[in-house]
């Protein structure tokens, strides 16, 4: 019970560290210290930097996915307002974050796909995982004919998920929220102008 709990105490402090600084900027010691573990103790829980490195991504992929699901899947709402419960907490957790942090999976895929074939492959599945979620409430949305029934859900949820990244990339940079205001606009007229084409 003590080495898993002392496990997850690196994992939850070195996820907090990366997420603020990146990955191959964080040194192993200054997550041991930040966790308040014996110096030389890393190697106890993980083979190696790069294992700790899928540790962290499976972390930021379980709050980040049951989030995902907590909204996606509610079903005392329609689906397309699910979508944008899902952007409008987002959108308010990047503002109490003073747009500084950012999506932890696309920091990742920034910073690895190019460098860690091992760990880019990893934030592949993760992503997908994500996508599927997206699709998977877009399917109901054209059940419940609220989006045309020849909608193409797989490419609208890749659409969709790459321009939320893409946003959340140019506020960390403007350090404003407008571009997920914008994503949460286009993407609200987008749905708006397909259901009205169906009905030409």
């Given at each position: 019970m003590a080495q898993t709990s002392t496990r997850e105490k690196i994992i939850r402090k070195g996820a907090e560290l990366i997420h603020a600084q990146g990955f191959n900027a964080t040194g192993?010691?200054?997550?041991?210290?930040?966790?308040?573990?014996?110096?030389?103790?890393?190697?106890?829980?993980?083979?190696?930097?790069?294992?700790?490195?899928?540790?962290?991504?499976?972390?930021?992929?379980?709050?980040?996915?049951?989030?995902?699901t907590r909204y996606l899947t509610d079903k005392k709402i329609p689906p397309l307002k699910r979508l944008e419960k899902l952007f409008e907490f987002f959108e308010a957790t990047f503002q109490k974050s003073g747009y500084?942090?950012?999506?932890?999976?696309?920091n990742l895929s920034l910073e690895l796909a190019d460098t860690n074939e091992r760990l880019r492959v990893h934030l592949v599945g993760v992503v997908e995982a994500l996508i599927a979620q997206i699709k998977l409430c877009l399917q109901e949305a054209k059940r419940d004919k609220s989006l045309p029934a020849n909608l193409n859900t797989d490419d609208t949820a890749r659409f969709i998920f790459h321009g939320f990244e893409g946003a959340v990339l140019h506020m960390k940079v403007v350090k404003s929220i407008e571009p997920i205001r914008t994503f949460r606009s286009f993407l609200k007229g987008y749905f708006k102008n397909i259901k009205a084409l169906e009905k030409r």
């Open positions: 192993l010691q200054q997550i041991l210290q930040a966790a308040g573990i014996p110096k030389g103790s890393f190697y106890f829980y993980f083979k190696s930097k790069e294992d700790f490195g899928l540790e962290i991504i499976n972390y930021f992929n379980s709050i980040i996915s049951t989030t995902f500084a942090l950012g999506c932890p999976i696309g």
